[in-house]
């Protein structure tokens, strides 16, 4: 069964800490994704990976940085938190087969506050 | 540049009614098309997805969806609404060959007894 995991369900950051979202997938995936979710938003794309240590901007990319050091690992990194990164942060997975483009699988989110 | 747009944030039914949540798409080249739902605290979950094989497509839980590329829509239905679908739905587009997806702003589905 696919799986997309994702270290914190719920965080509660100061202003100015630095945090870590770490996502893992068992699939074997070569795409990791990370987005942030808001109401009346939808879905934006952070920063995505196609591949161990390789990164592409997405988005909204300000602010967050990205590291993949292994294939089923991707983190996000808030390099100094503000409040407006108040938000629910969503991990998701997919595999990369030439040119066909595949369903991606996400993780259960994390709702992270700063304060 | 890909967009998608949901029309109507909020969609109200009640229970054993059709279900129609729309989605229109802008693509440069011919898209693939994927409905997700996402439950309360949840992550997304999968419910179809059009990869130009047939343009109508059967997805969980009873929901379809028909591609029409005339009108640049893929809406989503269920003949028959059941509580446990109260729900927000995601309709996104993926240009071929490339991995990323663009959502939509999502329509919350409200389900009545």
């Known amino acids: 069964d696919v799986k997309v995991t994702q270290s914190s369900r719920y965080l509660v950051k100061r202003t100015g800490e630095k945090v870590f979202l770490e996502c893992v997938q068992d699939?074997?995936?070569?795409?990791m994704f990370w987005y942030r979710q808001d109401p009346g938003l939808g879905l934006r794309l952070i920063y995505f990976s196609y591949d161990v240590k390789m990164k592409e901007k997405g988005d909204i990319p300000e602010g967050y940085s990205v590291s993949r050091e292994k294939k089923e690992r991707f983190s996000l990194i808030l390099e100094s938190a503000s409040t407006n990164q108040t938000s629910m942060y969503l991990c998701a997975s997919s595999p990369s087969r030439g040119l066909v483009s595949y369903e991606q699988y996400f993780g259960p989110g994390t709702r992270l506050t700063v304060t | 540049a890909q967009s998608v747009t949901q029309l109507g944030s909020h969609v109200s039914v009640s229970e054993g009614a059709l279900v129609l949540l729309r989605c229109n798409y802008s693509?440069?080249?011919?898209?693939?098309l994927f409905w997700y739902v996402q439950y309360p605290n949840q992550g997304l979950q999968l419910l179809l997805k059009?990869?130009?094989?047939?343009?109508l497509v059967k997805g969980i839980n009873g929901f379809e969806a028909e591609f029409k590329k005339s009108e640049t829509s893929f809406h989503l239905t269920k003949p028959s609404a059941h509580m446990s679908d109260a729900a927000e739905y995601f309709c996104a587009v993926s240009d071929k060959g490339y991995s990323t997806l663009t959502f939509g702003k999502g329509t919350m589905l409200l389900v009545s007894p």
């Open positions: 059009y990869t130009s094989a047939a343009t």
């Open positions: 699939m074997d995936h070569e795409n």
């Open positions: 693509s440069s080249v011919p898209p693939y």
